[in-house]
């Protein structure tokens, strides 16, 4: 009888490879898959809605109270990077697609420099950011069932 493999195409078989090899790097994208995949998408929070959820877990609110905090660094670093960038490609090109293009890329750049910065500011590497944000998703679902 022959195998399954043998039946399928060459580039059938390599694609599914492909799939099975990306599926298993990008495997963290799973957690989130039942919020975002959903029929009914689920309601928007507010800045309320997520003290609660800190207030009310004493294990993931802290987490998820820093990765907030995160998010500040973040934005501070596209700023100055865009800015910069932008200023910089202004002054000495007085082209505005390319002060645009800097705009943009300078964004782009200055934000993962800020993520690093808060990274290592915050010590984000000790904790599981990934599991507060899933934890406050579950949360705020069950609360919104309730409602």
């Known amino acids: 009888?022959?195998?399954?493999?043998?039946?399928?195409s060459f580039f059938r078989r390599h694609w599914e490879e492909y799939k099975e090899f990306w599926g298993e790097r990008f495997s963290f994208l799973d957690n989130f898959s039942r919020?975002?995949?959903?029929?009914?998408?689920?309601?928007?929070?507010?800045?309320?809605?997520?003290?609660?959820?800190?207030?009310?877990?004493?294990?993931?609110?802290?987490?998820?109270?820093?990765?907030?905090?995160?998010?500040?660094?973040?934005?501070?670093?596209?700023v100055i990077g865009a800015v910069s960038t932008a200023g910089v490609a202004w002054k000495y090109s007085r082209s505005l697609h390319g002060a645009g293009l800097s705009f943009v890329a300078g964004g782009i750049f200055g934000w993962t420099f800020g993520q690093e910065i808060a990274g290592h500011t915050l010590q984000l590497y000790r904790l599981d950011t990934l599991t507060a944000q899933t934890k406050f998703l579950e949360w705020w679902e069950i609360k919104c069932e309730r409602s």
């Open 1 to 8: 009888m022959a195998d399954d493999s043998s039946s399928q």
């Open 35 to 78: 919020f975002v995949n959903r029929d009914k998408p689920i309601p928007s929070w507010s800045a309320s809605d997520v003290e609660e959820f800190i207030a009310s877990d004493p294990v993931h609110g802290p987490t998820l109270k820093t990765a907030r905090e995160a998010v500040n660094y973040g934005l501070t670093g596209s």
